[in-house]
């Protein structure tokens, strides 16, 4: 995550005037255990999409 948060900041500079505190990335975890089927890893990957979702939008830059 540190590399790509830097190669971010360099190509587009107004990255760093909405981040203030200098992260990116929002806080996030994965715990699992062995046997985990595809419908469970696509429910967790669809559930990561909504958890963040009150974040600052980029789409209008």
């Keep these: 995550k540190s590399m790509s948060s830097a190669h971010l900041k360099k190509k587009f500079k107004f990255i760093k005037t909405m981040y203030l505190d200098g992260g990116i990335w929002s806080v996030g975890y994965f715990s699992s255990t062995i046997g985990l ?9 669809a559930w990561q999409g909504q958890k963040d979702m009150p974040q600052v939008s980029t789409l209008g830059f």
């Design 37 to 45: 089927n595809e419908a469970q890893i696509k429910k967790y990957i």
